[in-house]
């Protein structure tokens, strides 16, 4: 089991950045694949990014390929979404989840989530 604590949400406006960081605990944290994931008010639970274990596999959306990018520090427990170029579309609650499978992109495929961190992003 994986406990996660996401942080770095925040109100910016279009064209911004943001980086938001996901802290793990467990002695397993470097065999699981992380993702990010978003929802909208009134919208479904989105994919956004997923890193396999070591860092050598990455898969984004679509709605976000060239904008953001996930990485990860397995010595720190930490994953991380760098966000370029916010759009008010991406304004969303993400939340930083653990799978045990390699980068799954669909969210029943992850086991632990964290609280989740909320991004606005003002046009």
């Known amino acids: 089991q994986v406990q996660l604590v996401e942080s770095g949400g925040g109100l910016v406006q279009a064209g911004g950045s943001l980086r938001l960081s996901c802290a793990a605990s467990g002695r397993t944290f470097s065999s699981y694949s992380m993702g990010w994931f978003r929802q909208a008010p009134g919208k479904e639970r989105e994919f956004v990014a997923t890193?396999?274990?070591?860092?050598?596999?990455?898969n984004y959306a679509d709605s976000v390929k060239g904008r953001f990018t996930i990485s990860r520090d397995n010595a720190k427990n930490m994953v991380y979404l760098q966000m370029n170029s916010l759009k008010p579309e991406d304004t969303a609650v993400y939340y930083c989840?653990?799978?045990?499978?390699?980068?799954?992109?669909?969210?029943?495929?992850?086991?632990?989530w964290g609280q989740g961190t909320q991004v606005t992003v003002s046009s």
């Open positions: 989840a653990a799978s045990p499978s390699h980068v799954p992109l669909r969210w029943y495929m992850y086991s632990d």
């Open positions: 890193i396999s274990w070591n860092g050598g596999n990455t």
